[in-house]
Structure formats: C-alpha cells, structure tokens
C-alpha cells in the first residue's frame, strides 16, 4: 500500500542541491499522489556543440521528475529505489526558456513503478516523452 507523500518540493530541492539535478538547475514545483512536476531553465551551459539543449539534460530532467514522484509515492516498507530501465523519445529542442517535466506514475506495485514523464518547453511544445520501470528496494532482514 502507498502511503501519502511525505516528502514536499522543498524537501527534495534541498536534499539534491549538490547533486547532478541541483547542478543543473532543476527545481521541483510539485510533488503528490503518483504524481511529480519540475522544471529547468536552460541556460547556454547546457547546451550541446550545435546550438540546441543536450539530449542528456533533457533525459535527466524527466528522469528526475518520475524519481521524484517514485520515491515519494514508496511503499510503506520500502526505503528507496533504482531505475531499472528508461526509455525517451525526442520530439523537439530548445534554445532558451523553461522546460516543465510532469511525470505521473501508471503502475505502482509492490516491488516496480512504472512512471511516464511528459516533457514541455515554456511555449507548450512537447519536447520528449519518457517511461522508466523503478524497483522498490526494502531494508536488508537479518537471518540469524
């Protein structure tokens, strides 16, 4: 059984601002019920050598955002998780502005979630469509 989310936007912006999302920018605006919202500015450090956003950052914020949404939405027992697969098609770019990922999480079982992010520019183009499986982890029992 899921509980209700116990972590909050703030949470998370604060636990990962030295890692790999905090680094990029990514802000979590929303985090509820099998369901996670962040965003990225994209400044001109994260672009690629031909002028667009890398494909990576982008990947990395849908991936963030459906992480986000997993490891609030746990089972009652479970303590964290990993992704186990992901898949993202690109369907456009962008230059400059905001991306906003929204990742709602369609199979929550006991031992995988499987979550799709939709990722969108500020002007409301749809830039990648993303799905990830995540395998629950549980806390390790003693045998003895």
Known sequence: MINEPQLTSDDL?????NNLPGRLGLKST??????????????????????Y????CIVTLA??????GCLANLPRDA????????????????????????????????TTQVWDSTVK????KTVAEFRCTQLILYPETSTN
């Open 13 to 17: 912006n604060r636990q990962d601002a």
């Open 121 to 124: 520019s500020d002007s409301g």
């Open 53 to 56: 956003l890398h494909a990576g």
């Open 79 to 110: 303590n964290a998780f990993t992704t186990i697969e992901l898949k993202t098609n690109l369907t456009g770019t962008a230059r400059s502005g905001k991306l906003v990922s929204t990742a709602k999480c369609i199979h929550a079982g006991r």
């Open 30 to 51: 929303y985090v509820g019920k099998m369901e996670a919202i962040c965003e990225m500015e994209i400044s001109s450090d994260l672009l690629a050598i031909n002028g």
């Open 63 to 68: 991936d963030t955002t459906a992480g986000y």
